[in-house]
C-alpha cells in the first residue's frame, strides 16, 4: 500500500479497533496512534506501561523475564538461581544468545540452569530450607563462582518465602555476595518492572562494594551499560570506543563480570545502549556519584557516527581526533555495502514490533539501507520511550504500544509491509502470511548489529530476508480456504 495520510492511518486505527467490545475499545484506543513530529510529549496521545486487555493476545513478559533474563542473566561470573517451579527457569535460560567469554561451569555459568524446582510440599512448607541447602551445594561444586543472585519466581512472593533473610546469612558463611532479588512474576504490567528491580538490587548490594578501594584510573575511562552482547554486539561496540582512545572499565550486562560492575562508579562516563532496562542505575550514578550518562545508538553507520561525536564531546580534542580517525576509517566500508545492498532495498517498508531500544534505535538503519519504518512499537516501553521514538518515525506514521495479535496483523494486511522485525511470538504466524520477518529480540540466529561490523551483517541479513523467493510461495491457510470457497461459490 502506498504512503497514508493521517486521516487514512487515523481511519485504520478506528477500523481495527471496531471488532472490540466497548470496553476494551476505550482502553485499545489509548495505546494507538499516528504520529505527530510536531508533538513534545507523548503523554498526549498514546499510553503506554498500562496492564494488558484480559483475553487479548499481549507479546509481554514478566518481571522475573525483566530480571533474570535480561539484567542478570548475561554477568557470566555469577550464579543465579531461578527459585521457584524449574520451568521459568528453563524458559529463561539462553534464550538470547548473550555471548560471553570463559569456561562454562568454572569461570562462567550464563548457559547453565540453576532452580530449586518447587515441588507441591515446597509451597506447602515454604522453600527456604530448600534454597538455603542449594546455595551450599552450588558453591561446593562451583567454587570459583564470584557470586550468587536468587530470582524469585511467582510462588515464593506467594507463600512468603524469606530470601533476604536466607541471602544475608549464606552470605556470611560462603564469604561471597548472596543477592536477592524480589521479582515474582506477577509483579508489575511486564518485563520493565523486573528491570528496575534488579537495578535497584545492582544498587543495595553490588554498586557501592569499592567505594573505599583505591582505582588507577584515567581521563578516559567509560562503562558500557544495556548491552546483552547478543550475537556478540558489545564486542563490536568496544572495538570502535577504544579505537577513540577511551578505555572500557566495564560492560554490562553481556559479558559482564561483578569486579566490572563493582568499578563503575569510578568512570568518567556512562555509555548506555538500552535505556528502559539500564536507565535506573544510571541515575543512580549520576546522583551519587556525579557521573553523566549519555544514551547513544550503534546501529548504521548515520547514528553511529553521531554517537561517536556526541560520546567524544565529553571528553577532549584527543579524544574528539579520535572518534573523526574512527569514522573516516569505516565511511569507505560502509559505503560500499550500502552501495551493494541499497538498490536491493530501496523504497521496501518496514514495520517493528519489538522490547527495549530496537524500534527506534534500528530505524537509522534501515533509512541507510533506503528503507522506510512505517510503524513502530514497543511491548513494555514507558512513555519517555515514544518521547523519544516520535522523533525517530515520519508523520502519518503508525506508533502502538503492547499490540494485540490481532491488531498486528490487521495492520500488517492493509500496510503491506515488505518486512516485519518483531519477536518470537509473532515469527511464525507471519512467516504462514508469506510476510518477509526478521526475529529482532536475537537477531534470529544471527549478529552483531551494533557497530560497524554489525551493520555488514544486518544490511546482509535484511536482504537475505526481504529477497528470498520463498515468501512468494506462501499463503496463509485461511486465506486458502477463502480462495477455495470463493472457486467453489462460482
Known sequence: MSELTREQAQALIEEVLEVYPEKAKKDRAKHLMVNDKSIEQSKKCITSNRKSVPGVMTQRGCAYAGSKGVVWGPIKDIIDISHGPVGCGAYSRGGRRNYYSGTSGVDSFCDINFTSDFQEKDIVFGGDKKLAVLIDELEALFPLS?????????????????????????????????????????RGVSQSLGHHIANDAVRDFIISNRD????EGTPYDVAILGDYNIGGDAWSSRILLEEMGLRVVAQWSGDGTLAEMENTPKVKLNLLHCYRSMNYIARHMEEKYAIPWLEYNFFGPTKI?????????HFDETIQAGAERVIAKYTPAMNAIIAKFKP????????????????????????????????????????????????????????????TG????????????????????????FHKMGVPFRQLHSWDYSGPYHGFDGFAVFAR?????VNNPCWGMLKAPWLKDEAEGEQKAA
Do not use: W
Open 212 to 215: 573505599d578501594v583505591a582505582f
Open 461 to 465: 541479513d535484511m536482504d537475505m530476508t
Open 305 to 313: 557516527a553521531e554517537s561517536l561525536r556526541d560520546i567524544a564531546s
Open 146 to 186: 564470584r557470586g550468587i543472585s536468587v530470582q524469585s519466581e511467582c510462588p515464593v512472593g506467594l507463600i512468603g518465602d524469606d530470601i533476604e533473610a536466607v541471602a544475608k546469612k549464606k552470605s556470611a558463611e560462603i564469604g561471597k555476595v548472596v543477592i536477592p532479588v524480589r521479582c515474582e512474576g506477577f
Open 344 to 403: 536491493r532495498l530501496q523504497g521496501k517498508k518496514v514495520m517493528l514490533y519489538v522490547g527495549g531500544l530496537r524500534p527506534r534505535h534500528t530505524i537509522g538503519a534501515y533509512e541507510d539501507l533506503g528503507m522506510e519504518v512505517i510503524g513502530a512499537g514497543y511491548e513494555f516501553a514507558h512513555n519517555d520511550d515514544y518521547d523519544r521514538t516520535m522523533k525517530e518515525m515520519k508523520d502519518a506514521t503508525l506508533i502502538y504500544d503492547d499490540v
Open 406 to 429: 490481532y491488531e498486528f496483523e490487521e495492520f500488517v494486511r492493509v500496510l503491506k509491509p515488505d518486512l516485519i522485525g518483531s519477536g518470537i511470538k509473532e515469527k511464525y504466524a
